[in-house]
């Protein structure tokens, strides 16, 4: 399985939360990452969207066709997105669009096996995979991929 975690891009800062739109720069910011993301794209790719207005922008720069996922918002926690994705022993490819601090708790959950306070920038996408390798499922990093460096 695929396991793709995109930070919204940079939003406004307002109230309510939920409402935040991106900004001229976060909405640059996902065109970048989505046009790096369509040439690079797994297959039978899902995307996964928190409902917050923010990371729908962030999404729809790529793609019309996402789910808005209620477990994924900014009040759930790391389990809620292991849940809805199936990680890791769903098939294909999941492509979860959401926030800070929970992408950077699974990126450290994933990568160390343990929930620490990592850092996701604005608009940054991480690209996991599982494989096993001697009876043992390990977990691979592909990719970390910023709109400031493409």
């Known amino acids: 399985m695929d396991l793709l975690l995109w930070r919204h891009a940079e939003a406004v800062d307002s109230i309510p939360d939920n409402l935040r739109e991106l900004t001229d720069r976060g909405h640059k910011q996902a065109r970048k990452v989505a046009k790096w993301l369509d040439e690079n794209r797994p297959k039978r790719l899902r995307v996964m969207v928190s409902p917050t207005m923010r990371t729908r922008q962030t999404a729809a720069a790529f793609t019309d066709d996402f789910e808005i996922i209620t477990a994924l918002s900014p009040m759930h926690g790391v389990s809620d997105i292991l849940a809805a994705t199936g990680w890791p022993e769903g098939r294909g490819a999941v492509l979860v669009v959401g ?12 990568l160390s096996g343990e929930e620490n306070y990592w850092s996701v920038k604005k608009g940054a996408l991480w690209w996991f995979t599982n494989r096993v390798r001697n009876d043992e499922t390990q977990t691979v990093l592909r990719t970390v991929v910023s709109p400031d460096l493409l």
Not at 99 to 110: D, F, I, K, V, Y
Request: hydrophobic fraction near 40%.
């Open 99 to 110: 926030h800070q601090p929970t992408l950077g708790r699974l990126a450290s959950l994933l």
